[in-house]
């Protein structure tokens, strides 16, 4: 079955396609179709990692060459997949994860009459982001990084009538494009350096070093190539300070946000480090950047989630949060615990966007939550989906986001990072504190919108229910230890992270951690479930910091600022050189034309008599020219 890869992204297309050109004829059986299209890719990835799974760990990589794509001089690239554990594993998420979200969307977007076109554009979004995982090479990783970046486009703004929907859709396609230039030019100065485009010459540099053409970059190359890929990274990942392009991203339909921030598009630059770690580790630079970036980001992120009302912005912030702490890891050197954050975020969070569309559904659309409040009453199954999901993500235990967060934070102490397990643990606290406030706020409390909720049908919770059991037990089966399931699994493409020794055991900051968790908790029921505090009051009393918080620390605001001011300028210059040169020029030409026909009259009368005279009179001045010259 190994060589079988090339039909896991084959099977999407196919139903993307189908949907393509027979969705309106199909109507709503078209969500059925691209459901199992990804489904049946879902089996085959299961199938060819079972194979994988018989081979010896260090012989867990098979490459599968399709065809020459490109052959020009010595440029020669291949279509080609690579099967290998972190490969697998990123599939595995992908058309998992992606196959939950697509039963889910079938009730959701039963009654939108271009349902056809919506599947056909999530059935090739997951196509996309498959080549992306499975590619072989850089040039081939960039068709797969591109498609997804055209279908985020297609999705976000799906609802193009609405004009928040199309604004938000060229956003996150522009600002990613700054991302995605930087990271072409990354793709460039591998080549140049390292003579190919392949994984394997370019990845191995560092052990076998005959497998390249070239003798390898030097420190300041391998910088600049780490970091041009860095930023493809950050764009595609929203980290700042590219990241302005995803709260606007949930105007797009739920199913799309839960694709988006869960299974496919932010999780690519995750995936881009950690394939890269050799470039990465080249530099010290680079990979120090990698940490400062998802550091900030997820404390940043975590702020901002705090300030926001609109429901799926809360989670959209939380998404940014999650992602800075894959990178944190993965800046560290903690590949196998970034990819343990990835698989387990991806279960609880397509839970609580799905979650939060079954809010939707039974409000009306309804997605401010000052207006909900005790909806626990009349919607308890999908008020306990969502606290599953919000409780793992904050770090209770034995849940999934335990593990994976206590293992990454623990491991910035251990590995003599003081400063960075600080503010690692406050970023903790926080992400505990803004996602239980949306639980509280929902689901909790009094009751803040007059009409009465109901349930979504159920098919819509069955995917919600796998997608809990995966939010309960994905930590405990794959990363029970730093070195657990994954961890072992992954070694062959990632080798194992050593932490050293602290003077605090592993007990005592697993301790930590489950207090900060709890502590969290409980300050978010008190502030915002208890009653006892008027937080509606807040903005009021203090308006600066709520401005600060709820508009993200102004940041879009200064990039709009920033854009737009130097824009409006060029404009202005650009306007004033047309009106004055060029319009200018054209104006002077047209005024002596007009002045010169004012002239031809009175040379050109008509009158035979006069243009005689002319003649007479330039013939005796030519005569007395001639004869003034002898």
Known sequence: MLDAVWVIPALPLAGAVAN????????????????????????????????????AGPERQHIVDLYEWIAAG???????????????????????????????????????????????????????????????????LYVGWEGVGLCSYLLIGFWFERPAAASAAKKAFVTTRIGDAAMLLGIVLVFVHFGSLEFGPVLGWGTSPSTVTGAGPSEGAATAIALLLLAGAVGKSAQLPLHVWLPDAMEGPTPVSALIHAATMVTAGVYLVVRSHALFEMSEVALTAVLVVGLLSAIYAALASIGQFDLKRALAYSTMSQIGFMFFA????????????????????????????????????????????????????????????????????PLAGFFAK?????????????????????????????????????FFGARRNPSHAHEAPWRMHAPLAVLAAGAVVSGLLLGFRAEGVLARFLEPALGLAEPGHADLSEA??????????????GLAWFVWASGRVDWE????????????????????????????????????????????IVDGAVNEVAEDVERASRLAPVLQSGFVRSYALAFLLGAVALLLFLGLRS
């Open 20 to 55: 393509l050109f027979l969705g309106r004829r199909l109507g709503t059986k078209a969500g059925w179709l691209g459901t199992a299209a990804v489904g049946a890719a879902f089996a085959v990835t299961v199938a060819v990692l079972l194979d994988l799974l018989a081979l």
């Open 537 to 580: 009051a807040f903005p009021e009393r203090q308006p600066e910091l709520a401005g600060w918080l709820s508009n993200a620390f102004y940041l879009n605001a200064f990039y709009a600022w920033l854009v737009r001011a130097p824009g409006m300028g060029l404009g202005r210059g650009l306007r004033s050189v047309d009106d004055r």
């Open 508 to 521: 005592v900051l697993i301790a930590i951690s489950i207090v900060l968790a709890v502590a969290a908790v």
């Open 406 to 442: 206590d293992h990454i934070v623990g491991f910035a102490y251990l590995s003599g990072r003081e400063l960075a397990w600080v503010l690692a643990s406050i970023g903790a606290f926080l992400s505990a504190l803004y996602i239980a406030r949306p639980l509280f706020l929902a």
């Open 74 to 140: 010595d440029f020669r690239v291949q279509v080609s997949f690579l099967v290998d554990p972190l490969s697998m594993t990123m599939a595995m998420v992908v058309t998992g994860v992606g196959a939950l979200i697509h039963l889910y969307a079938v009730g959701y977007m039963e009654h939108d009459p271009r349902v056809g076109r919506f599947f056909a554009y999530f059935n090739l979004f997951v196509a996309f982001m498959l080549v992306l995982v499975l590619a072989d090479n850089y040039l081939l």
């Open 330 to 397: 993965a800046g560290m050197g903690f590949y196998a615990g970034a990819m343990l954050l990835l698989v387990c975020h991806a279960f609880y969070k397509a839970l609580l966007f799905l979650t939060s569309g079954n809010v939707m559904h039974g409000l009306d659309d309804e997605i401010d939550l000052r207006r909900m409040g005790g909806l626990k009453a009349d919607m308890p199954v999908s008020a306990t989906w969502f606290a599953i999901g919000a409780l793992s993500l904050a770090g209770i235990p």
